[in-house]
């Protein structure tokens, strides 16, 4: 209706640079699983489009040069705590992260406002960003911050990618189960007993959390779930078995979605 379109950019480089111990190999990995993701999750593909930085570095490593001369070393040691060890990939990566957020400009010749939905482990990029934009004349981009799903753990930062730290869109659903029921951080009792006594804490508790987050939009059900949970009459045996469905039940039709998605990565890639 508004003529809005997506853009993702996929920073494939971004595990391979950051994480000493990942290879090239297993980052090109986590970049096709997150396509077929996003892909599954029912984007349109005549208004959306994929920017992967390796793939489109010939489009996108001159702008991110201007990019570069703008930042210096102190701001980006500043800004990410980096130091003289600091790989060069790393200290270069924001020209690259900012691109995006002009690059329909450039392709169409004309200034369009851009907004950035992003966790906000991104958010020292984006700063960086709005600050450099207008000085190689472009707007500031807006942004809106995301809440990270937790760790099974439940410790607190973004989802981790252990094994048994965290869901995989390709889990079974028996391996979800397990999950869910073994590692799972709880907000209830120690015993049944003090549970229906006491109550639990549904605000630290991981299953609650995602509901809360992403899978329960019913929110009338979920302030049910949330009061029965703190009140002691909703134990954490169910609440754990009532999120491992709701899971199980996304993932069902996710994973359909996704094998269709390997036909269709094609017409979601930018072409130019």
Partial sequence: KF???????????????????MSYEEGQKWL?????????????????HFIIDTRHADLMYKEACKVAKKITFSMVK??????????????FYTSMQAVPAFLPSVIKGKKIPCLIPHAIDQDP?????????????????SSIQCSFLPP????????????????????????VKSKI?????????????????HGGNPDIDV????????LEEDDKKLEKIYNEYKSGKLSTGELKKYTI??????????????????????????HH
């Fill in 3 to 21: 003529g809005v379109e997506l853009w993702f950019q996929f920073p494939d480089e971004e595990k391979f640079l950051f994480n000493q111990k």
């Fill in 32 to 48: 096709n699983d997150n396509i077929l993701d996003v892909i599954a999750l029912g984007f349109d593909p005549k208004k959306t």
């Fill in 78 to 91: 500043s800004s990410f705590g980096m130091n003289d060890q600091s790989n060069i990939g790393s200290i």
């Fill in 125 to 141: 990029h984006f700063r960086l960003t709005r600050d450099i934009l207008p000085k190689i004349g472009f707007y500031k981009p």
């Fill in 152 to 175: 099974l753990s439940g410790t607190m930062g973004k989802m981790s990618s252990s094994e048994n730290d965290a869901i995989f869109t390709t889990d079974s659903p028996d391996v």
């Fill in 181 to 197: 029921n073994k590692y799972a951080f709880s907000g209830g009792q120690p015993t049944l007993e003090e549970h229906k006594k």
């Fill in 207 to 214: 299953s609650f959390q995602y509901l809360r987050m992403l």
């Fill in 245 to 270: 469905e709701k899971i199980n039940s996304f993932l069902k039709e996710h994973q359909k979605r996704r094998i269709l998605a390997k036909k269709q990565i094609d017409k979601f890639v930018y």
